[in-house]
């Protein structure tokens, strides 16, 4: 145990770098993708101190130029999964008693490496795996994974700090133990902070998880274990293994020492994993920690007050940017009569004002390729919809094409029906839809967008009327967990703006926030008292 109470860095958001023509940024990341796009990594799993290497391998493709091989991933067989937890098991009495300042030491490394050597290598992975120009992979897999581990350092500092007070002749304490057992992380495509953030965070307190990373983000995550690796995480603290889901999420869950799971991506998903690990409560030695962000159908607001050329760029950049793969990206938006067709004139220019959707590798692109087949065929099949059905028509894009990656338009449809499909489900595009409501309807339309959707993950409200926006306010308090006022409902950064959802997006738990951290620790009371009495009787007994 360390000797003394030690004082952490005073965490700081991590300054984003602009990447304009001739910064040296630039062209490190240039150069770096180059490298990786004409490369041909070999992944293999990471368990313990090995790297395994079944032969049973899948390729890895840009998105964006999905006939281009960058490398291969293996896959684990079942006897992998086994093994992968018991390394975890094994390593866990050593991470769990180390003194929690190193591993504060080895996460702050991590996060000085992905802010120097590795930031263009985890930049150029990202717009090579995800299709994110170089701005959203800055925000992204550099700046946002930089903040969620110094900030979670700090506020690991904070909760270990917070004790309980004692009366004369007793000390009382708390220490915040790790949970008893292995945490099971699984991560998504669209962020590589978060797939970061999801196993870091909980072995940051102590714990050794085993992580599977999304098979559509497994380039970038390479990354992420070679920045833990080179940081001095302790062999089989963060175990990495990839395959057939089912199987991989079945064999963790049947195990008794499974203590908690860390999980961003479908609601469907995460009601299934509940379900499961409901089904298997009497295999485990504790209650499992059960931590979730799912899905969201996230709306911007615009009151007859609201400045038209400001509601149009919070439509554009919350809908499109990364191509509305973001579980917070604005997916239905309601104008008001009034100022709708100038609004709706100002974000169809943004958009024909747009480079067709292309590669991230040139810099002039704002919009890529989503993330898969199975999401562009989702995609444009709504965007067919739209284009018969007599309650809509597609006001903006449209167009669709998957022979060389997987490109979709910025399409915004125009419905006379609030509960319109696409106003409805969950799209995961560069698709948005707009619902026109009179100005004198705006009561009303508040109860409409709080009760159309399942979800409660973010939404913006634009207006200048203050009384507006105080109502607004109150009546969306439970069907958005980040809640925005004049701006777009995407964009939460780490120490400003914990992010997380309620209703069907999830537990709620707030990543980038000291609560989420709490999740991952025990509690343990210790009461000490100096002079134990002798007499069992009490002064009422005479």
Known sequence: MGKGFFQVPIAINEPIKSYAPGTPEREAVLEQYKTYFNGKEDIPLYIGSSEIRTGNTRPLSPPHDHQHIVG???????????????????????????????????????????????????????????????????IDAACEFIDFLRFNVEYMSQIYQEQPDSAEGIWNRVEYRPLEGFVYAITPFNFTAIAGNLPASAA?????????????????????????????????????????????????????????????????????????????????KTYPRIVGETGGKDFILAHPTAKPKQVATAIVRGAFEFQGQKCSAASRVYLPKSTADTILAEVKKDIESFNPPGSPENMNNFITAVIHEGSFDKLASFIDGAKKDKDAFIFAGGGYDKSKGYFIEPTVILTTDPHYVTMETELFGPVVTVYV???????????????????????????????????????????????????????????????????????????????????????RLIKETFVSPEDYRYPFMG
């Open 72 to 138: 291969v991933y293996h896959l684990a067989e079942k006897k992998h999964v086994d093994q992968a937890i018991e390394n975890a098991l094994q390593a866990r009495d050593a991470w769990a008693n180390l003194s929690w300042e190193q591993r504060a030491a080895i996460f702050l490394k991590a996060a000085e490496l992905v802010a120097g050597p590795y930031r263009a290598k985890i930049n150029a992975a990202t717009m090579i795996a995800q299709s994110k120009t170089i701005h959203q992979a800055e």
């Open 204 to 284: 940051m307190m102590g714990n050794v998880v085993v992580w599977k990373p999304s098979d559509s983000q497994i380039f970038s995550a390479k990354i992420l274990v070679d920045v833990f690796k080179e940081a001095g995480l302790p062999d089989g603290v963060i175990n990495v293994i990839y395959g057939d889901p089912v199987m991989v999420t079945e064999t963790v869950l049947a195990h008794p020492d499974f203590s908690g799971i860390h999980f961003t991506g479908s609601t469907d998903v995460f009601k299934s994993l509940w379900t499961q690990i409901g089904n298997n409560i009497h295999t485990y």
């Open 437 to 523: 409501y009179e100005d004198d309807d705006w009561k009303n339309t508040l109860e409409l967008v709080d009760t159309t959707s399942p979800y409660a993950l973010t939404g913006a409200v634009l207006a200048t009327d203050r009384y507006a926006i105080d109502e607004a306010t109150k009546a969306l308090q439970n069907c958005a967990g980040n809640f925005y006022i004049n701006d777009k409902p995407t964009g939460a950064v780490v120490g400003q703006q914990p992010f997380g959802g309620a209703r069907a997006s999830g537990t709620n738990d707030k990543a980038g926030s000291a609560q989420n951290l709490l999740r991952w620790v025990s509690p």
